[in-house]
């Protein structure tokens, strides 16, 4: 059988996934050419990082980038390429174990009255590790989970009586038939507490043990007993919410009878929407807050910190604007309940160097060894469409290169690593691109192509991966989308944002600044740089000289408003503007928030020494040391879950075109997000589309 020729468009975690799953088959080579065609100089897509050699070899990210432990495939990939690389004990990032760190604090900022509080939860450690391959539980054993722990927290919280609820004998009769009911069953006995909030508690543990007593399998549920349970969940998210706008509780109390309102308005809402028969997707035209509001969460927990966080941790507003907070429910509610009840070892993983460094080395290095061939600076320009199939790809070549071929990788440490701008000593035109400080990653460049080549059909390839992100399909996919009503809706109803985002090297660690709960990922804070992960870990990894070496790394991002119009590539001055803009916000941002956050940092305002600065520069001019980043080409722009949205996605294997393959965070999976494991279940999709492997993709159902 001939050998069937694989393109490969993009370099990000769905196109790489699928490489990786085609070169796990048994005989790949006897049966695929894999070649992956890549712009400009480094992969990574929206997750790429480099180092910069005029500042120390530091660290500068697209934003910041921290792991969910139930990224179960994504690590899988990782495990496997760290396996086969087998880099010699004690070199830096020998092992996934040396690369990864287990990360156990979030902290949510609420917007009070007040003022600004933050609340930081300490997540407890669990035995098992992500990739290890255990099977995802079911919605059912999820539920089950959370009704424990809300009944759990509710016992815990103790007497509330001064919150001014009511006592248990104020219990409305249909709910005590119901109770009377379940007790008579014998699906719980009856249990007098003493404290003032036996009433939430019995209507707590009556849901409970109604949800235990009930099989598995949902097919086996009675829908009385969903009746039941719905009808239970009423009245206590009804008491729930008198508790909390009675206020006199203090703000562990209230905090945590917020976080039972939504629980409990969630199951009520999986319940009476048979979500567990119809799958997450039938709640996805409604967006995440108004369908918790249509199931009786109160504005406190609608508005709260928690939920907030969800858009903000996905940047989840249309256009980019903090007003329009979008996300389809099931998106939502599927990604909570495997971030909260699905992780391995901890709820975050955070990488100990870039995310190049971490990620898409090894994944490089090992497809790179197994024979997949990787083609830099190739600008993919159209795909050409006739009789179903793409029988054409028009490619730019962007430079040409000393040696016929790239090596992309630099040593820092000892670590290979991505460097932030191209190896100029490859590159013939180096010289010029480097004096005029030309991006080749920007589609806005006016940089002009040194060639164009035009690949084949049954020459140059036979099937194509399209392993871009979703925004530059309306650039080089026309003529599919023309042809096909699924791919016009898929580019018009499926939304992107820009992003924006800041790093910051400091004189002084967190706890000098006045940061006392640990290191820690928090969200829900204030706009437009309202997410905050403190990656301190990355500075053994820098370079700095011992009088420059920074205490305390910070990275912080957040959606970035599309302009009114966003202009033609022919505008070349456009990435400069938004960079500018993201610059000015940083500054503002600083000086008007930074302070709440680490009190420390600020005396008359902000102070700008702070910053390390090899300049010397003086007030906010030190913040042009740092590095920010305003993430506005297509290949960049984050892909959203808007309400109503899912449905448009299309499958990886099942594009409409016989020989194009989809890879990404925007085909349809089990997950449908924009998030690194989707990204790779999307690429493993593909794999599993052309060649049987891998024979399972765990989370494709549907949790």
């Given at each position: 059988?001939?050998?069937?020729?694989?393109?490969?468009?993009?370099?990000?975690?769905?196109?790489?996934?699928?490489?990786?799953?085609?070169?796990?088959?048994?005989?790949?080579?006897?049966?695929?050419?894999?070649?992956?065609?890549?712009?400009?100089?480094?992969?990574?897509?929206?997750?790429?990082?480099?180092?910069?050699?005029?500042?120390?070899?530091?660290?500068?990210?697209?934003?910041?980038?921290?792991?969910?432990?139930?990224?179960?495939?994504?690590?899988?990939?990782?495990?496997?390429?760290?396996?086969?690389?087998?880099?010699?004990?004690?070199?830096?990032?020998?092992?996934?174990?040396?690369?990864?760190?287990?990360?156990?604090t979030v902290t949510w900022a609420e917007d009070l009255t007040s003022g600004w509080d933050f609340w930081t939860n300490n997540f407890?450690?669990?035995?098992?590790?992500?990739?290890?391959?255990?099977?995802?539980?079911?919605?059912?054993?999820?539920?089950?989970?959370?009704?424990?722990?809300?009944?759990?927290?509710?016992?815990?919280?103790?007497?509330?009586?001064?919150?001014?609820?009511?006592?248990?004998?104020?219990?409305?009769?249909?709910?005590?038939?119901?109770?009377?009911?379940?007790?008579?069953?014998?699906?719980?006995?009856?249990?007098?507490?003493?404290?003032?909030?036996?009433?939430?508690?019995?209507?707590?543990?009556?849901?409970?043990?109604?949800?235990?007593?009930?099989?598995?399998?949902?097919?086996?549920?009675?829908?009385?007993?969903?009746?039941?349970?719905?009808?239970?969940?009423?009245?206590?998210?009804?008491?729930?919410?008198?508790?909390?706008?009675?206020?006199?509780?203090?703000?562990?109390?209230?905090?945590?009878?917020?976080?039972?309102?939504?629980?409990?308005?969630?199951?009520?809402?999986?319940?009476?929407?048979?979500?567990?028969?119809?799958?997450?997707?039938?709640?996805?035209?409604?967006?995440?807050?108004?369908?918790?509001?249509?199931?009786?969460?109160?504005?406190?927990?609608?508005?709260?910190?928690?939920?907030?966080?969800?858009?903000?941790?996905?940047?989840?507003?249309?256009?980019?604007?903090?007003?329009?907070?979008?996300?389809?429910?099931?998106?939502?509610?599927?990604?909570?309940?495997?971030?909260?009840?699905?992780?391995?070892?901890?709820?975050?993983?955070?990488?100990?160097?870039?995310?190049?460094?971490?990620?898409?080395?090894?994944?490089?290095?090992?497809?790179?060894?197994?024979?997949?061939?990787?083609?830099?600076?190739?600008?993919?320009?159209?795909?050409?469409?006739?009789?179903?199939?793409?029988?054409?790809?028009?490619?730019?070549?962007?430079?040409?290169?000393?040696?016929?071929?790239?090596?992309?990788?630099?040593?820092?440490?000892?670590?290979?690593?991505?460097?932030?701008?191209?190896?100029?000593?490859?590159?013939?035109?180096?010289?010029?691109?480097?004096?005029?400080?030309?991006?080749?990653?920007?589609?806005?460049?006016?940089?002009?192509?040194?060639?164009?080549?035009?690949?084949?059909?049954?020459?140059?390839?036979?099937?194509?991966?399209?392993?871009?992100?979703?925004?530059?399909?309306?650039?080089?996919?026309?003529?599919?989308?023309?042809?096909?009503?699924?791919?016009?809706?898929?580019?018009?109803?499926?939304?992107?944002?820009?992003?924006?985002?800041?790093?910051?090297?400091?004189?002084?660690?967190?706890?000098?600044?006045?940061?006392?709960?640990?290191?820690?990922?928090?969200?829900?804070?204030?706009?437009?740089?309202?997410?905050?992960?403190?990656?301190?870990?990355?500075?053994?990894?820098?370079?700095?000289?011992?009088?420059?070496?920074?205490?305390?790394?910070?990275?912080?991002?957040?959606?970035?408003?599309?302009?009114?119009?966003?202009?033609?590539?022919?505008?070349?001055?456009?990435?400069?503007?938004?960079?500018?803009?993201?610059?000015?916000?940083?500054?503002?941002?600083?000086?008007?928030?930074?302070?709440?956050?680490?009190?420390?940092?600020?005396?008359?305002?902000?102070?700008?020494?702070?910053?390390?600065?090899?300049?010397?520069?003086?007030?906010?001019?030190?913040?042009?040391?740092?590095?920010?980043?305003?993430?506005?080409?297509?290949?960049?722009?984050?892909?959203?879950?808007?309400?109503?949205?899912?449905?448009?996605?299309?499958?990886?294997?099942?594009?409409?075109?016989?020989?194009?393959?989809?890879?990404?965070?925007?085909?349809?999976?089990?997950?449908?997000?924009?998030?690194?494991?989707?990204?790779?279940?999307?690429?493993?999709?593909?794999?599993?589309?052309?060649?049987?492997?891998?024979?399972?993709?765990?989370?494709?159902?549907?949790?």
């Amino acid at each position: 059988m001939p050998i069937k020729k694989i393109a490969i468009i993009g370099g990000g975690v769905g196109a790489l996934s699928a490489a990786f799953g085609i070169t796990e088959a048994p005989n790949w080579q006897q049966q695929f050419e894999i070649t992956v065609y890549q712009l400009g100089w480094r992969l990574g897509g929206k997750g790429a990082s480099g180092r910069n050699p005029n500042v120390y070899n530091r660290i500068e990210e697209h934003g910041f980038h921290v792991w969910g432990g139930f990224y179960e495939n994504a690590f899988r990939i990782m495990t496997a390429c760290y396996d086969e690389l087998n880099r010699p004990p004690g070199s830096p990032l020998a092992t996934l174990q040396d690369a990864f760190k287990p990360s156990q604090t979030v902290t949510w900022a609420e917007d009070l009255t007040s003022g600004w509080d933050f609340w930081t939860n300490n997540f407890p450690e669990v035995s098992s590790q992500p990739g290890d391959g255990t099977p995802m539980p079911s919605v059912w054993v999820g539920i089950l989970r959370v009704l424990e722990w809300m009944l759990d927290t509710l016992l815990g919280l103790g007497d509330m009586q001064s919150s001014g609820a009511s006592s248990p004998s104020e219990l409305p009769g249909p709910i005590k038939k119901v109770i009377d009911d379940a007790a008579a069953r014998h699906l719980f006995d009856r249990v007098e507490l003493a404290a003032s909030s036996v009433a939430e508690v019995q209507l707590a543990n009556a849901v409970h043990k109604i949800a235990r007593a009930c099989p598995e399998d949902v097919n086996l549920h009675a829908a009385t007993d969903h009746a039941a349970m719905v009808l239970l969940l009423d009245e206590l998210i009804k008491r729930l919410n008198a508790r909390v706008e009675a206020g006199g509780v203090d703000d562990d109390i209230r905090r945590f009878l917020i976080l039972c309102d939504i629980v409990a308005a969630e199951v009520r809402g999986i319940l009476a929407d048979d979500v567990l028969f119809n799958g997450f997707n039938s709640i996805d035209n409604v967006d995440y807050q108004a369908w918790l509001g249509q199931n009786g969460a109160n504005d406190q927990a609608v508005n709260s910190g928690v939920t907030r966080g969800i858009y903000d941790f996905l940047f989840a507003y249309l256009n980019g604007n903090s007003q329009q907070p979008m996300i389809g429910a099931g998106a939502a509610l599927r990604c909570i309940f495997r971030l909260v009840m699905w992780y391995k070892g901890a709820i975050f993983w955070r990488m100990q160097a870039g995310m190049g460094d971490t990620v898409f080395t090894p994944l490089y290095q090992v497809l790179q060894q197994r024979g997949v061939n990787f083609v830099f600076f190739n600008k993919i320009k159209n795909l050409g469409l006739q009789n179903g199939l793409v029988q054409t790809i028009q490619i730019g070549q962007q430079v040409t290169l000393t040696n016929g071929t790239y090596n992309p990788l630099v040593e820092v440490g000892g670590l290979p690593c991505w460097p932030s701008e191209p190896l100029y000593d490859q590159i013939v035109q180096g010289q010029q691109l480097q004096q005029l400080g030309i991006n080749l990653e920007s589609a806005w460049t006016p940089w002009q192509d040194v060639a164009e080549i035009t690949l084949q059909r049954g020459v140059d390839f036979d099937l194509v991966i399209l392993g871009t992100s979703l925004a530059p399909l309306k650039d080089i996919c026309t003529e599919l989308i023309a042809a096909s009503p699924a791919w016009q809706n898929m580019v018009e109803k499926i939304q992107t944002v820009q992003t924006q985002s800041f790093q910051l090297w400091l004189t002084e660690d967190l706890p000098t600044l006045g940061w006392t709960d640990g290191q820690t990922v928090l969200t829900a804070y204030a706009h437009p740089f309202e997410s905050w992960a403190d990656m301190s870990q990355v500075s053994p990894r820098e370079e700095w000289p011992p009088n420059l070496e920074p205490k305390s790394i910070e990275y912080f991002c957040g959606a970035l408003p599309d302009p009114t119009v966003i202009p033609p590539y022919s505008d070349h001055d456009f990435p400069s503007q938004e960079a500018a803009v993201v610059q000015e916000n940083s500054i503002n941002w600083i000086e008007q928030n930074m302070g709440t956050l680490w009190p420390n940092s600020v005396s008359t305002g902000f102070n700008w020494n702070l910053l390390v600065d090899p300049q010397g520069g003086t007030g906010p001019s030190r913040f042009s040391s740092q590095y920010s980043r305003a993430n506005i080409d297509p290949n960049e722009r984050y892909v959203l879950s808007v309400p109503g949205s899912t449905q448009y996605r299309l499958k990886a294997g099942e594009s409409g075109f016989a020989n194009l393959y989809l890879a990404g965070d925007w085909v349809l999976n089990g997950l449908n997000i924009g998030c690194v494991e989707s990204a790779a279940m999307g690429g493993l999709e593909a794999s599993q589309a052309i060649c049987g492997y891998p024979q399972e993709i765990v989370g494709e159902t549907d949790f």
